[in-house]
């Protein structure tokens, strides 16, 4: 490892797993610390972050873990809070968590509606509300936010891709909002990564499907992700703002159906002649 953040202090939100395994938000917390930044472990569930915790721990990394719902305003200012006190500094905030419904508009229950957008875009605006002020006290930082390319193109989930379209909206307005406190807000999109968060709904079929959908054909993981983050959050990005990274395989460049055609005639799937 190389120290890219060495100094620094990074708050990761969902910063434990939903299941086993590792997700975005656990892989992004152990490269932090392993690229040298003191890591505040931020997950509604304590034990899920203290699991990071421990794995961070054994590696020799610094990082606390507290429980905190960032849907709710009072928690993400004692998280802000504690880790100023803990570490005297915040510079980075990874605005990981997320979740998702599977529904269309006539199937979405108006509280899974709420519950989505309050998960997935209201806590970036709690957690940046009491971030951006102890940011602007160190001179600037880095904000990080998770769409996903659900965010850029429909994926059978009104409220999860609304949702995820808001987060690209709001890391825009941040960006032009916070740049002259030398403040970086950039957002990852995720394409059809294999973390704990989808594993539930996957067999072996499905996650070949997935793999063959790209230019790449290869099966991503919360690493490929989370070594964006690490990217978005270092100053070798200090000249990098309001952007949108896909992390996808190449999976928004193609056209799928003509893709797929394609790639499995090359690659002997099923629709190889
Ligand atoms: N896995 C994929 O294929 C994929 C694709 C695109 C985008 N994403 C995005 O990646 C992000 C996270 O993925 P992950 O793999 O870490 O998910 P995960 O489900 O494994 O982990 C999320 C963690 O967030 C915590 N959490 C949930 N709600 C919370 C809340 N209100 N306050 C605090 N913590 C809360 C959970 O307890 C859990 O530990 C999400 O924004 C998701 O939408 C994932």
Redesign the pocket.
Known sequence: MTDRLAGKTAIV???????EGV????AAAILFAREGASVVL????LE??EETLALIEAEGGDAFAIA?????AD?CAAMVRAAVERYGRLDVLHN?????TRADVTEVTEEQWDHVM???VK?IVLASKHAVPEMKRNGGGAIIT?????GLRANSSAP?TAS?AAVIGLTKSMAGDHGRDGIRVNCI??????????APRMDDDLRRIRRQAAPLGTE?T?WD?AWAAVYLASDEARWVTGVVLPVDAGLLTTTPVTYNRLGQQRHGGPGAR
């Open positions: 939100t969902g910063a434990g797993s939903s299941g997700g975005n938000g656990k931020a997950d509604r569930e899920r972050a905190a719902d960032v849907t709710n928690d990981n968590v997320g979740v998702s309050a998960v997935n806590s998770v769409s996903s390319i659900a999860y995820k999109a995720p394409g059809l990564v294999y973390t704990p968060m989808v991503g919360a992700v």
